[in-house]
C-alpha cells in the first residue's frame, strides 16, 4: 500500500511544482518586469510594477506603458532599455489620452504579442506603424479636402513659393536664412485645425513694404525689419488660392489628409457611404477599419492575413477576392492603392464623451460640413470616378456590364445641360446608376458643378438644337413603328436586349432616359454611334452589319418610343 | 474587612488567557471529534463522523486497492469534475453569455485577466480527460463483469453519467463563440434535427416533426444564434451539472450499498493472507456481528475472526483516492501548461468552417453522419445505448465477476474481438473511403435507403453478427456481450481517429492537413 502514498507525495509535488512555475511565470516572468528593471529615472532605479494610463472618460485604460514606461506620465526620464523611449511630440499626450485610441491594439494586454495584436485570430490588431496616422480617423474628420491633383497642385505651390524657407510644417522648413539673419515664421502645422489670418497675404506685403521704407512702425515678431526686404514677393491670385487650399488641409496628419484625396479622387462614394454620404449599392464604409481579419475571406489573399493586405489586394481584384463582388477592380497605381488601404484603415470609431469630439467631427456631423472639397472635379471624384473612371470616359471590368463614358466630347456635344442634370438627379433606376439629389448625395449646386467640370473638362458645350424635343412623331408621320421594330430586333437587340432592358448596352426602356433625352440625341447617338464604346455609329456603312438610312433610324426611335409609359 | 483570595485560584482573566492558548487545539478537536485516527474505533469514526467521507466504508477490501482493480478510473472521473466544477466557476466571473461580447470576454480571459489562460485550459482538458476517464471507466466496469447483480442499476445510472458528461462536453464547445464552436454546434444541432431525413422521406414532416422540434429545443431557434448561446450557457453551468451531481451521489452510494466493488467470488484465496509487515489489519476482533451490516449487501464480518483481507479506509484507501486525485490534477495542469486551449476567429454564421468538425468524441459519430444524419447520429447511438443498457439484465451469469475479461471466453476472445472491431471498422472505411458510397453509385437513390444503409449500420450489423456468433459458440451471454462491446470500442477509436485527422474539406479523406487544398 506504499505505492499509493508515493503516488500521493510524487503527483502532490508534480502539481506544486507546475503551479508555482506557472505563478512565477505570471508574476515574475513578464516582460514588462525585465523592461522596467533595466530602467532608471533621474532618482535612480524604478519601481516594478504594471503601470496604466487611465481616462474614465474616454474609458481608456492603457497598460502599454508597462513596457513603453517612458512614454508614461511623468516618465519621460526613465532611460534603460532600448524600448524606452519618449513618445514623438504630439498633440494628443499619451499620458491623457492612452494608446490604443490611436493605434488600436488591445491596451490592457500586458504581453507584446497580444498587445499588438500579433496573435493568430486577433480581432482588431494595432495600426502598422507605417500607418500609424490613419488612426486619427476614429475620431477626426478632416473636412473639405479636395481631390488628389488639387491636393498635389497646393502643395507643390507652397513648396514652389519657398513658404518653407520661414515656415516650419510637419517638422521641415523654417530654418535660418543664410546670409539675411534669421527669420522664424510661425510653425504652420496645423493651422488647418488652429485658424490663421485670412489677410495674411495683405499683411505680408506691409510687413515687405515697411521693411523696405525701414519706419517698421510694428516690426513683426521674431524677425529683423531686414529680413523682411528679400523674404517676401507678391503672389497670384491662383497661387494664393492653392496655398489658401494648402494651409486648410494642415492639420498635422499629412499622410492622413493625402490618404482622404486619394479617396476623393477614386470615386468610392459612388456605391459606399461613410456617415451617411454615398450611394447604397455597397457595404457601408463607416467602421472598414475596424474590421476583423477574422471575418474575412483570405483564399486568394497573399501574405499574413492582415486587413491591410486584404483590402490591398481587393483594390486590385474586387471579384478575386469576395466571390459575387460587383466592384470593378481600381486599375489604379499600387501608390494609390497604398494610400486607399491607408484611408480605409482610418474608418473607425469609438463613442465619445462629447467634451472629447473634436471641432471637425462636430462640424460634419451636426453642421453638416461635407469631407469632400465642392469642387466640381473633386465631386466628381468623389462620387463618379468609381465607374465612370477618372476622367469621365467610362470603364469596363470583366463580368460587369461597361460604364459608359460621360466626358467623351461626342456625347457632351449632343447631351444638353439639362439631359445631364436630370440624368445625375434621377439616376437610371434599375441599373447601377442611382438618382443623387437626395440625402447623403448632391445638392443640385453640386450636380451643376459636376455637369460644368465635364464640360470644361473636355472642351465641349452642347451643340444647340434647333429641333423641339420629340419631332420623330410630330414632323412628316414617316416613322413606321413596325419597321423600327424589325431594324432594332436586327440591329439593337444583340446590345441593348429584346425588350430595350439592356445587356452589354445601356437599358433603352428607361422611363428617365426616354423622357430625358431628345429625339435629336437618340438619332445623333443612332447615327454617330459613342467614341469609346462598342456603339458604332449605324449611319456610315460597316462590313460587319447593316447600316441604316436616317428614315430607318427614325423609325427605331419610333419604336424606342413605344416603350415610353405616357403619364396621363 | 476584606478576606484576601487564596492565590492559587486563576482570576478570570488567566483563565481567559488559558482557554485563548487552547483554542486552536480545541478547535481542532471539535471539528475531528473522535480523536487520532490510531485505532480502529477511532479509524472508523474518523469516517462515518465526516459528512464528505462517510459514503466510504470503514474498512475497505485488499482487492479493491490493488492498482489493477479499478485502475483509479472513476475517482479520476471526479478529479476532473471537480476540477471543471472549480476553475468553471471562476471562469464564470469574466464570461458574458451574449452574443456580441462572449467572444470578446473569452479573449480578456485568455490574455487580460491574470492566471486566466491557464484557468481556462485546465477547464478544456480536464473536460476532455474527463470524457476519456469517464468513458474508461465504463470499459473497465464492463471487463471485470462490475454491472452485475446487484449493481445492473448502478450501470444504468454510470451510463447516465457519460450522457450527461458529454453533453456538458458539448454545451461548453459552444460558449467561446468563435468559429469552431459555432460550427460544431450547428453540426450536433443538425445531427438533433435529422430524424427530418425519414419524416422527409415519407411526407409526414408537416405535421409529425421530431427532429425540426429537437434542432428548436435545443437551439431556441433556426440557426445557433443568441438563444442558442443562452441555452447552452444554462445548461453548462446550472442544469447539468446539477444533473451530474444527482446522479452523482446516486452513484456513490449505490456502491457503498452495492458492498464495494465487485470482488471474484474466490477473492480471499487469489489474495492469499496478507503480508506480515501489512498496516494492523485489525486492533480488536469483533465479538459480535454489526446489525447495521444486514441493511450492507455482502457478507458480515465473522464472529471471532477479523476480517483479514480488509484494511481500515483511513488511511489506506484515502491514500489510493488522493493518490489518483492528485495524479489526475497533475496531469490536466501538465496538459494545461503544455498546450492551450483553441480560440478562433469571432463566429461568423456566413462562413462556414470547411471542414467544420464536431468535438473530437463525436467525430466517430460525424464520420457516419457524413453519409446519413439519421442513421449516424440517432439510429447508431441509440442502439449502443439501449444496447449497453440491457447488457446487466442478458448477462445474469456470475462467472468471472471482478476480474479482468471475466467470464466465458475471456481474453483471448477479447483479443480476437479487437482484431474483428478493428478489422471491420477499418475496411468498412477503407472501401467507402475508394469506391465511395450508395449516392455515388446511383445518384437517384431514394433518401429512406440512404438512411438504413449507412456504413455505421453495415458496422453495427457485421459487429452483432460477430457476437451472436460467439454467443452461440460459448452459449454465453457474456461472450457475446465482451464481442460486441470490444467491437464497439474498436469502432469508435477507428472512426473517431479518422474523423479527427484524416477528414478534410468537404469532408474528403486526405493523409494529413497539408495535403488539403488551399481553397
Excluded at chain 2, 463522523?49 to 472513476?74: E, K, M, Q, Y
Excluded at chain 2, 447516465?160 to 460550427?183: C, E, K, M
Excluded at chain 2, 452495492?258 to 465479538?287: E, H, S
Aim: glycine share 10%; with cysteine; aromatic share 10%.
Amino acid at each position: 500500500m506504499k505505492k499509493n502514498k508515493y503516488l500521493l507525495l510524487l503527483s502532490s509535488l508534480g502539481t506544486l511544482i507546475l503551479l508555482v512555475g506557472a505563478a512565477v511565470q505570471e508574476n515574475f516572468g513578464k516582460d514588462w518586469r525585465k523592461i522596467q528593471a533595466t530602467a532608471h529615472s533621474d532618482e535612480g532605479p524604478i519601481p516594478v510594477q504594471l503601470r496604466q494610463i487611465v481616462n474614465g472618460t474616454l474609458r481608456t485604460s492603457d497598460r502599454c506603458v508597462s513596457c513603453h514606461v517612458a512614454m508614461g506620465p511623468g516618465e519621460q526620464s526613465v532611460t534603460g532599455s532600448p524600448l524606452l523611449v519618449q513618445h514623438k511630440k504630439v498633440v494628443h499626450d499619451p499620458a491623457e489620452y492612452g494608446c490604443a485610441i490611436c493605434h488600436g491594439g488591445q491596451g490592457q494586454a500586458t504581453e507584446k504579442e497580444a498587445a499588438h495584436g500579433e496573435v493568430e485570430f486577433w480581432p482588431e490588431p494595432m495600426l502598422p506603424a507605417s500607418r500609424s496616422y490613419a488612426g486619427c480617423g476614429t475620431c477626426h474628420a478632416t473636412l473639405h479636402v479636395p481631390n488628389h491633383q488639387t491636393y498635389l497642385r497646393a502643395r507643390a505651390t507652397f513648396e514652389r513659393l519657398d513658404c518653407r524657407t520661414c515656415h516650419r510644417v510637419n517638422d521641415r522648413g523654417g530654418t535660418v536664412r543664410p546670409g539675411g539673419g534669421s527669420l522664424e515664421g510661425p510653425d504652420l502645422s496645423r493651422v488647418g485645425l488652429a485658424g490663421y489670418a485670412a489677410d495674411w497675404y495683405p499683411r505680408h506685403l506691409q510687413h515687405v513694404s515697411d521693411a523696405a521704407s525701414a519706419t517698421a512702425p510694428s516690426p513683426p515678431p521674431s524677425a529683423p525689419p531686414s529680413a523682411w526686404k528679400t523674404a517676401f514677393a507678391p503672389v497670384s491670385g491662383e497661387d494664393q488660392a492653392a496655398v489658401k487650399t494648402y494651409l486648410d488641409l494642415l492639420v498635422g496628419a499629412p499622410q492622413f489628409v493625402e490618404a482622404k484625396s486619394v479617396f476623393n479622387s477614386s470615386g468610392c462614394l459612388g456605391c459606399h457611404k461613410i456617415s451617411g454620404v454615398g450611394g447604397d449599392e455597397a457595404t457601408d464604409l463607416s467602421r472598414a477599419g475596424e474590421r476583423d481579419p477574422g471575418q474575412l475571406p483570405f483564399h486568394e489573399v497573399a501574405g499574413r492575413p492582415t486587413l491591410e493586405n486584404w483590402l490591398g489586394e481587393h483594390f486590385r481584384s474586387p471579384s478575386g477576392v469576395v466571390a459575387n463582388s460587383r466592384m470593378p477592380a481600381l486599375a489604379v497605381s499600387d501608390q494609390d492603392i497604398d494610400w486607399l488601404t491607408f484611408y480605409v484603415l482610418s474608418l473607425r470609431r469609438r463613442e465619445l464623451p462629447s467634451t472629447y469630439v473634436p471641432r471637425d467631427r462636430v462640424r460634419a456631423t451636426k453642421l453638416g460640413e461635407r469631407e469632400y472639397a465642392d469642387d466640381g472635379a473633386t465631386l466628381f471624384g468623389t462620387f463618379c470616378a468609381g465607374c465612370h473612371g477618372p476622367k469621365g470616359l467610362g470603364r469596363r471590368s470583366p463580368g460587369m456590364p461597361s460604364f459608359p463614358s460621360i466626358a467623351s466630347p461626342g456625347f457632351l456635344a449632343l447631351a444638353s445641360d439639362d439631359f445631364l442634370i436630370a440624368t445625375i438627379r434621377q439616376g437610371r433606376p434599375g441599373r447601377r446608376m442611382p438618382g443623387w439629389e437626395r440625402d447623403g448625395g448632391l445638392t443640385r449646386d453640386d450636380i451643376a458643378k459636376v455637369v460644368a467640370w465635364l464640360r470644361e473638362t473636355s472642351g465641349t458645350q452642347a451643340k444647340p438644337d434647333p429641333k423641339p424635343r420629340r419631332w420623330v412623331e410630330t414632323g412628316q408621320g414617316t416613322a413606321d413603328k413596325d419597321l423600327g421594330k424589325r431594324l432594332y430586333a436586327a440591329s439593337c437587340s444583340g446590345c441593348h436586349g429584346d425588350k430595350g432592358q439592356g445587356i452589354e448596352g445601356p437599358a433603352l426602356n428607361n422611363q428617365i432616359l426616354l423622357a430625358n433625352a431628345t429625339d435629336t440625341f437618340l438619332a445623333e447617338t443612332i447615327s454617330g454611334g459613342r467614341e469609346g464604346t462598342s456603339m458604332q455609329g449605324f449611319l456610315a456603312g460597316s462590313s460587319s452589319r447593316r447600316s441604316l438610312s436616317p428614315q430607318e433610324i427614325e423609325a427605331v426611335i419610333a419604336f424606342i418610343r413605344t416603350w415610353e409609359v405616357t403619364r396621363k | 474587612m476584606s478576606v484576601k483570595e487564596p492565590p492559587s485560584a486563576p482570576t478570570a482573566l488567566q483563565e481567559f488567557v488559558t482557554n485563548l492558548k487552547a483554542a486552536p487545539r480545541r478547535i481542532a478537536e471539535t471539528a475531528v471529534r473522535s480523536g487520532t485516527p490510531d485505532t480502529d474505533r477511532t479509524r472508523s469514526t474518523f469516517i462515518f463522523g465526516n459528512v464528505f467521507l462517510h459514503l466510504h466504508a470503514v474498512r475497505t477490501h485488499r482487492w479493491t486497492l490493488r492498482w489493477a482493480a479499478t485502475l483509479g478510473l472513476g475517482i479520476a472521473s471526479v478529479a476532473a469534475f471537480l476540477l471543471t466544477l472549480i476553475t468553471g466557476v471562476l471562469l464564470m466571473f469574466y464570461y458574458k453569455p451574449y452574443t456580441d461580447v462572449a467572444y470578446q470576454s473569452i479573449k480578456d480571459i485568455h490574455f487580460v485577466v491574470p492566471t486566466g489562460r491557464l484557468i481556462r485550459n485546465i477547464h478544456r482538458w480536464a473536460a476532455n480527460v474527463m470524457v476519456v476517464t469517464v468513458i474508461l471507466h465504463m470499459a473497465r466496469a464492463f471487463y471485470t463483469a462490475a454491472y452485475r447483480k446487484p449493481r445492473e442499476f448502478n450501470w444504468l445510472i454510470g451510463m447516465g453519467l457519460l450522457v450527461v458528461t458529454l453533453g456538458l462536453s458539448f454545451t461548453g464547445y459552444l460558449l467561446p463563440w468563435d468559429q469552431l464552436a459555432y460550427w460544431a454546434i450547428t453540426i450536433g444541432a443538425n445531427i438533433a434535427q435529422s430524424p427530418r431525413e425519414v419524416t422527409d422521406a415519407l411526407g409526414l414532416t408537416d405535421v409529425f416533426d421530431p427532429g425540426g422540434l429537437q434542432k428548436l429545443l435545443l437551439l431556441g431557434s433556426d440557426a445557433v444564434g443568441a438563444e442558442a448561446l443562452i441555452r447552452f450557457y444554462l445548461l453548462h453551468v446550472m442544469i447539468l451539472p446539477l444533473a451530474l451531481a444527482a446522479l452523482l451521489s446516486v452513484h456513490f452510494w449505490r456502491v457503498r450499498k452495492d458492498g464495494g466493488l465487485a470482488k471474484p467470488a474466490d477473492v480471499d484465496q487469489r489474495l492469499g493472507t496478507p503480508t506480515v509487515p501489512t498496516y494492523p489489519v485489525f486492533t480488536m476482533a469483533p465479538n459480535k456481528t454489526y446489525q447495521l451490516a444486514a441493511i450492507v449487501r455482502g457478507r458480515t464480518p465473522a464472529v471471532g475472526r477479523g476480517p483479514e483481507n480488509t484494511v481500515p479506509s483511513m488511511p489506506h484507501l484515502f491514500y489510493a483516492e488522493l493518490g489518483v486525485f492528485m495524479l489526475t490534477v497533475l496531469v490536466c495542469v501538465a496538459l494545461s501548461v503544455w498546450s492551450d486551449a483553441p480560440l478562433k476567429e469571432l463566429a461568423n454564421p456566413l462562413v462556414p468552417e470547411n471542414p467544420a468538425k464536431a468535438p473530437w468524441y463525436f467525430l466517430g459519430l460525424q464520420e457516419l453522419v457524413a453519409f446519413s444524419a439519421f442513421a449516424g447520429g440517432i439510429v447508431v447511438p441509440s442502439i449502443v445505448l439501449i444496447g449497453l443498457g440491457l447488457i446487466p439484465y442478458l448477462d445474469r451469469s456470475d462467472v468471472g465477476t471482478g476480474l479482468w475479461c471475466g467470464g466465458p471466453g475471456g481474453w483471448p476472445l477479447v483479443r480476437r474481438s479487437i482484431a474483428v472491431g478493428l478489422g471491420i471498422a477499418l475496411a468498412v472505411e477503407a472501401f467507402i473511403i475508394r469506391f465511395g458510397w450508395l449516392r455515388e453509385w446511383i445518384p437517384g437513390i431514394p433518401q429512406l435507403v440512404i438512411t438504413v444503409v449507412n456504413p455505421g449500420t453495415v458496422i453495427t450489423l457485421l459487429y452483432g453478427a460477430w457476437s451472436v456468433w460467439m454467443v452461440r459458440r460459448f452459449s454465453s451471454a457474456r461472450a457475446g456481450a465482451l464481442a460486441l462491446f470490444t467491437c464497439f470500442l474498436c469502432g469508435f477509436v477507428v472512426l473517431t481517429i479518422i474523423g479527427t485527422y484524416f477528414r478534410g474539406p468537404n469532408w474528403g479523406f486526405y493523409w494529413s492537413p497539408a495535403d488539403w487544398p488551399k481553397h
